[in-house]
């Protein structure tokens, strides 16, 4: 007879569409913006615009979606976190049918951040964004809200200070650092636990092995 490693059932994971189109929605947004595109740019400001509202949407899920996207599936508990961080030094994989429990403080730090960067540039460029236009520029991307002229863009940002210009870099920046923590999670937790994490959020879906 044989001794099998302690372990509970591992339940099958697949998040629904909406969740994926909102994490990979707003993952594409977010490197397009701070590695692609130029910042302050009208590109820029509207991709801002266009993760905000990819973010509510997911915020709003949180409380009319299926079970496993529910915030009360995964709320966040340090003293949680601390736990599964023991399951994880014995060697115990625990199933989990939504975020686990470090997983679940990760996606609130990602939220959090986001929501500042994205407040913070509102702040800077006024809703609806308005940005300089470039000497030259064409006079048909001002009108269609992608140029204002040098007067109302100084009114815009008349409120914005350093400080706000300040804390947006820093929450852009800490956002990056979350991310890469993020999918060194999920490769650890994929190869600790054998469960394929990345299909689950492309569209598949992992079950559980047989023991």
């Not at 001794?3 to 397009?32: K, S």
């Amino acid at each position: 007879m044989s001794n099998p490693e302690p372990t509970q059932a591992r339940p099958r994971r697949r998040w629904d569409p909406l969740v994926r189109l909102t994490h990979w929605g707003i993952a594409a947004g977010v490197i397009a913006n701070r590695l692609v595109v130029e910042g302050g740019s009208g590109l820029h400001l509207w991709f801002g615009l266009a993760i905000a509202a990819l973010l509510g949407l997911r915020l709003a899920w949180g409380f009319i979606g299926p079970p496993e996207a529910r915030f009360a599936a995964f709320p966040p508990s340090p003293r949680r976190a601390l736990e599964h961080i023991g399951d994880i030094r014995a060697g115990r994989r625990v199933g989990h049918a939504s975020h686990n429990p470090l997983g679940a403080l990760m996606a609130y730090a990602l939220w959090g951040t986001l929501a500042v960067v994205i407040a913070s540039g509102i702040a800077m460029s006024g809703f609806p964004p308005q940005v300089r236009p470039e000497p030259g520029g064409d006079p048909a991307m001002a009108s269609a809200g992608l140029g204002e002229s040098d007067d109302e863009a100084s009114e815009a940002n008349g409120g914005a200070g350093e400080a706000v210009e300040e804390i947006h870099e820093g929450a852009a920046n800490l956002l990056l650092i979350l991310a890469f923590v993020h999918l060194g999670g999920v490769v650890f937790e994929t190869r600790r636990s054998g469960r394929q994490v990345l299909s689950s959020m492309i569209g598949g879906g992992s079950k559980p092995r047989e023991r």
